[in-house]
C-alpha cells in the first residue's frame, strides 16, 4: 500500500519528539496520560510509533508539552528515503511544507 512506509516513519517521528520533550520536561509516562485522556499504555505505543493520534489527541499533547502543534509536525521528512516521499500524496507533502513555513515565520522557541 503506497505510503505505508513514509507514514509508519512519521509516527515513529513523532513519538520520538513526544518522547524526547516528556523527558525534557521531567515528566512520566502516566502524567502525560493523565493530561490528554489517553492510558499509558497509550503514551508508551504512541512513543514508540505503533500508535497513530487523532487530531484532537495530537493537539493535547502539544498543549500538555508546552508546545505548538506545529513544533511536534516531523521536521525532517527529507529524512525518509527517497522512494517513501514519492509514496506519500503530493496533498500531504504540501500541507507539510506550508505548515513549517507558516510556523518558521512566527518561530515559535521550544521550552
Do not use: C, W
Not at 6 to 15: D, L, M, N, P, S
Not at 41 to 63: C, D, K, M, P, Y
Not at 96 to 107: N, Q, V
Request: charge should be positive; charged fraction near 20%; hydrophobic fraction near 45%.
Amino acid at each position: 500500500m503506497a505510503g505505508v512506509g513514509a507514514a509508519h516513519r512519521i509516527y515513529e517521528t513523532f513519538g520520538e519528539q513526544v518522547r524526547e520533550r516528556r523527558d525534557s520536561l521531567r515528566m512520566t509516562q502516566l502524567q502525560l496520560s493523565a493530561l490528554i485522556g489517553l492510558t499509558r499504555g497509550s503514551v508508551a505505543n504512541i512513543e514508540a510509533g505503533r500508535q497513530s493520534v487523532l487530531l484532537h489527541q495530537f493537539l493535547a499533547i502539544a498543549a500538555a508539552l508546552q508546545l505548538t502543534p506545529e513544533q511536534l509536525l516531523p521536521a525532517h521528512t527529507e529524512a525518509l528515503p527517497a522512494g517513501e516521499m514519492t509514496d506519500m500524496p503530493e496533498s500531504v507533502l504540501n500541507a507539510l511544507k506550508s505548515i513549517r513555513k507558516s510556523a518558521g515565520a512566527r518561530a515559535p522557541a521550544r521550552r
